[in-house]
C-alpha cells in the first residue's frame, strides 16, 4: 500500500522534481505592478492531460492548446492574464499558435509540446510585440512556482498553489498545482484556470481518467455565481522523474496518485471559492442518503447556486425554507417526508416537519466564516459536497462598477 | 376570422363576465394595512386549468388543488400571502383542504370547486383561526380583481393585473388575469402567482393547451433569480358566459383565443420582471437564426440568467463578451463564425469577430430603463424573446437584510 498523504508547506507546482517556472510582467494588464504572462517547464517528456470549459464558446489559446495535447506529450505551458484571446476569429488562432512557437523556440521543443492559456478581457486582441519581448526575456527556475501563479491572477486577491506528497515502494511522489479564480465576471472576465505537475510516473490514459474525476469531485463542485467562461482549462503534466514502474490503473499506487490528485485540486477548489469576488462567507453543502452519485451532485450543486440560499446565508438567516426549495429545485429524486436538514449540528427539517431549533446557536454558527449545510434525503446510499461563497453588495459593485 | 385584441383600460380578472372578486386583511402578515386574503368566484361553472411549480417541494395548498382540479371543473379560487404553507407537513395539507372548505361553504360550492394557493414564508403554518374570521367577512364584487390582485402581492410594490378583448362572430370575448412576483428570495419566498379568467366558452382540453404554451412564452421566459418556488402556480378559469359555439383547436376563432391568452401572460410576466426585487432595468433577449425552438429559449433565457449580464446592464457595461459567453453556456448549438451579435441597434460581434461600434451611442442605450439585446445564430430559423431584471446591490441588500 501507498503512504499517507501529505501537504507540503509552501508547496507548489515547481514542488515536484524537474519542474521550473517563471513569470514576468509584459504589459497585457494596465496595473504597472503585476505579472502578465507565466511558463512552466518539464526537464522530462510529460504525460500530459486536460479538461476544458464545455461553453460553446472556446478561446483561441484553447482551441490549438487541444490540437497540441492530441499529439499525445507536453513539456510546458504558457499562460497569460489581461486578455481572454476569446472570440478574436482568425487573428486570435494565429496570435495563439505564435505564442506557442515563441514558447517552444526559447526552451528547445516543437510547438505542440506547448499548451497555451489566456484569461482576461473577451474580444479584445493579445499586444503580440508585448508578448514576443516577455517571453524572451522571462527566467524559469525552481523557485518561480509562486510568481507563475500570480501571473494568472484577475480578480484575485491572492495567488492559490499547494503540494501534497505520498510514497510506495520506496519512491517519494509530488503533486503540485497552482489555479485562479474567482468568478467569471469581473472585468477580467475570469476563467477559471488550474495547472497540475508531478513527478510520479504516471501512464497517460490513467493520468486522463484520474484527471476527470479529480475536476468532477473539484472544480465541478464549486460555485461562484453559475457561469462557465469560455477559457476554463485544467491541465495535469506528469514527467516521471520520481521513478518507478509507470502507475496504470492495476498498480498499487494507482489510489493513492488518484487520492493525491484529487485532494490537490480540492486544495485548489476552494481556494478559488474562498476568494470569491466581493465573497463574505464560504459555504460547504453535503448531500447524503441521494438515490444516485448524481442526484447527491445536483442538489449539493443547487444549494450552493441557489441566490436565495446565498444571500440568506449573508444576512445570517437561519431561512431554511430555501435550502429545501434548492434541493426541490435541482431535480434530484426526493421525498419530503424522508428529507431532513441541518445548518451545522442543528437539525431544522425532518420527516416533512419543521423542527424547533436553538435559533441563537444557529444564527451564531451562520456569523462564522464557514457555513455548513447538510441534507439526507433519506433514499439511498451516494452523497457528494459542493463548496460556494455568499453573494454581497460587494459583488455587485464589483462587477457593475466596470466600463469597458 | 377573429378580430384584433385589444387591451382594456384597468382590466383585471373581474373585467369577463360573470367573475366577482374580493380582499381583506386577516392578519396573516405583519403590516397592519396589508390585505392578505383574496377570492375570486365565477358565477358559472368554468373550464379550469393550471400550471404549476416543477419544484420536487410543492407546497400544501398546491398538492390539494392538483385534486381538486383533477375533478374536471373549478368555480372559485382562495388565496393568500404571509405564509406560504410548504414544508408543513400533515397539518398543511388539513389547513389547506380546511380552507377550500371555508370558501365552498361561503359560495354555496362543492370544495373540490375551490383552487387554493398560498405565498409566503416556507415552513410556517397558516393561522386558521385568521382565515375563519377574513373568509366569513370577505365581500365579493365586480370591482374587486384590483383587491384580489393586491392581497396576493408579497414583495411586489404594485398590483399586476390586465385584460384583453377580442370578437367572433358577434360575440366580445374577454380575458383576464392578476399575477404577483417578484423574486423567489425575499423573506416571503415569493412564488409566482398568476390567476386567469375568460368569459370565452373554451372547450377544457383546449383551454389545458393554450395555457401550456402561453406560460411557456411568458413566465417560463423571464428570470429574476434562477430560482423556482415551491408554490408556483397559474390557474385559468373560462364561465363560457360570452356565448357562442365551445372554442376547440377547429374553431376559426381558437387562434385568437390562444393569442389573447398568451398576449395577457407576456403582459403580466413583463409586469414582474419590471418590478423585479431591487433591479434598475429591464432587459429584453431576443435569439434569432437557431437551429430549434428549443435552442432559440435555452440561449435567451440564460443571457437574461447570466449574473455577468445582469452585472454588466446594471453598470452600462457593454461587455458584449459576457453576452456571447452566455450563449456558449446555455448549450444551444452555435458556431462563432455564424453568430451575430447587437444591443439595441449597435452590432458588436459578426462572423467570429468583435465589430466596431458606436461607444457613447450604445452606452446612451445602456442608460435606458429597457435594454434591448439580439443573437442571431445564423444556422436555422427559430427565434425565442426572454426577459429579465438586472442586478443590484439593493437586491442583495433586501435579501439578506431579513432575519426570521
Known sequence: MADDIVFLSEGTVTSPRGFLAGAIRAG?????DKLDVGMLYAEAPCAAAAVYTSNRVKA????VSQKHLAEGSSQAVI????????ATGEQGLQDAREMAELAAVKLGLAAHDVIMASTGVIGTFLPMQRVRQAVSDLKLTVEGGVDFARAIMTTDTRPKYCAARFGYGGHQY???GVAKGAGMIH?????????????????????AVCLREAVDASFNMIDV??????????????NGLGGGEPIDVDHPAAGAFHSALTAVCIHLAKAIVGDAEGASKFIECRV??????????????EVVRSLAVKTAVYGQDPNWGRILAAVGNSGCQMEETKTALWLSDQCLYRQGQPQPFDTAATKLHLG?????????????????????????????RLNSAYTT
Chains 1, 2 share one sequence.
Open 368 to 396: 462564522q466564516a464557514e457555513v455548513c449545510i447538510r441534507v439526507d434525503l433519506g433514499l439511498g446510499d451516494a452523497s457528494a459536497i459542493a463548496w460556494g461563497a455568499d453573494i454581497t453588495e460587494e459583488y455587485v
Open 288 to 301: 447524503e442518503g441521494a438515490a444516485s452519485q448524481a442526484d447527491a451532485r445536483k442538489a449539493a450543486r
Open 225 to 238: 455565481d453559475s457561469d462557465t467562461s469560455t477559457n476554463d482549462t485544467v491541465v495535469a503534466l506528469a
Open 174 to 176: 509530488n503533486i503540485g
Open 187 to 207: 472585468p477580467d472576465m475570469a476563467t477559471m484556470l488550474c495547472f497540475l505537475t508531478s513527478d510520479a510516473p504516471v501512464a497517460p490514459a490513467y493520468l
Open 60 to 63: 483561441a489559446p484553447l482551441l
Open 79 to 86: 499562460a497569460n492574464s489581461g486578455c481572454a484571446n476569446a
Open 28 to 32: 497585457i494588464r494596465p496595473d504597472v
